[in-house]
């Protein structure tokens, strides 16, 4: 697959830069097919093609959603007795999507988020505090659902570890991963259309589970 930088991409798309982001915000599963080897974010050139059919979104309405995001983030900030507000507060070392090369439903995106857990817990929870809160969420353009996750790991020491662990766990699926940064409001994001059922849950191998929480 061949890769264009920013600039070159703009032009092969004839799109802006804030145009472009916003596609790839909407088309996660798109997003991850993008890559940064070093500090440049490359684009695949075949997608340029997505910016002259249907899959690319109406510029109105990305900025109608944008705005809404957004007054939801501040009803949070607000509400202190939110569970997004409560998440927020916390401690996160990394924030995670993974896109799975099988249409999982919620349930089985609900297993393998708790199998993770598992996995790490299993082998590093007498070393270390780990904690995970994840979201289900459908993909736009296919069928099937993917995670959103944020994970806490207390000894940093075993941070590079640890992700290399987690994209190990998902090698047959596709997952980005940045260092978490609260003011990114990636907890928001994850949480924009509430936590209900099976579609989040908090996992700690200090605290036991969601119920804890309400």
Known sequence: MKYENLKKFIKSTKSSKSTIYRFYKKNEDLFLETKKPNRERLFPVDHARYFDSEIMFDENKALRQENLS???????????????????????????????????????????????????????????????????????NRKGFHNHFVVYIADKKLHEQIVTDIQDYFNYD???????????????????????????DFISNTTNTKDDEN
């Open 70 to 140: 957004m007054r939801n983030l501040i009803d949070c900030l607000t509400d202190k007795e939110s569970l997004q507000h409560t998440f927020w507060q916390m401690d996160w070392s990394f924030f995670f999507t993974v896109a799975y090369k099988a249409d999982r439903n919620k349930t089985s995106c609900f297993k393998q988020m708790h199998g993770l857990h598992d996995y790490l817990n299993q082998k590093y929870g007498a070393s270390t505090e780990v904690r995970l809160f994840f979201t289900t969420e459908s993909f736009t």
């Open 174 to 200: 596709r997952t980005d991963v940045s260092i978490y940064d609260r003011y990114k409001a990636g907890l928001f994001y994850m949480s924009k259309d509430g936590l209900s059922g099976e579609d989040w």
